[in-house]
């Protein structure tokens, strides 16, 4: 079974959908009892990091996370909950996450080539870097995947699985043992996405 983690962020039934579409047994739940029977977790989120991190320390859903993805339980995030893996953040102001990925999240403001729009909508390309990742069992190089965001990871080499050229070579996809993240919404990537929730599910 799969668990969407519920901590008060984001679209979650949507996502449920697109997993039980690839023939998941998937749940909603924000309760620790149900996140910790689940074979693998999916962290997900949309807003503002600082808010997030708040609500799953609020809730103590951030020691679940980190005991079970310690105990070597398969955990992905996605968009924010991507994010949420690395050290800290610097989303109006510095905020500490989970700190599973070595990395800091910051802003594309200021780092993009001027004229770019912020956030970055839309469909990209993936460059593979780690293309063994096993979410990436049925996708290839240049596939195009849909993303909504305004900041990225960067000091995040040890676990970059792939990138997206957006005026500079994005954060897109991390990867390190049990541990998965996807900045683009899989959930929303067509075909792509819904290979990449396969593999998820499936993988070991």
């Known amino acids: 079974m799969i668990a969407v983690i519920d901590y008060g962020v984001g679209n979650l039934f949507s996502l449920r959908h697109s997993l039980e579409f690839v023939g998941a047994e998937a749940t909603v739940s924000g309760e620790a009892a149900v996140l910790r029977q689940a074979d693998k977790l999916i962290l997900p989120g949309v807003g503002a990091f600082g808010d997030a991190a708040q609500k799953l320390r609020d809730t103590g859903l951030d020691q679940v996370v980190l005991e079970e993805a310690a105990k070597g ?12 893996l690395f050290e800290e953040s610097e989303e109006y102001g510095l905020h500490r996450g989970l700190g599973l990925l070595q990395g800091k999240v910051v802003a594309m403001e200021g780092r993009l080539p001027q004229g770019l729009p912020i956030p970055h909508i839309g469909w990209n390309g993936l460059k593979l870097t780690a293309p063994a990742c096993p979410l990436f069992r ?67």
């Open 73 to 84: 339980k398969p955990l992905m995030g996605i968009c924010l909950g991507m994010q949420l």
């Open 138 to 204: 049925d996708t290839k190089e240049g596939d195009c995947v849909y993303f909504v965001h305004s900041f990225y990871a960067e000091g995040c080499e040890e676990s970059l699985a792939a990138t997206a050229e957006y005026g500079l070579d994005l954060t897109a996809a991390v990867w390190k043992g049990n541990v998965y993240g996807c900045q683009f919404h899989p959930e929303k990537s067509g075909t792509v996405g819904l290979n990449m929730l396969r593999a998820f599910v499936e993988e070991g």
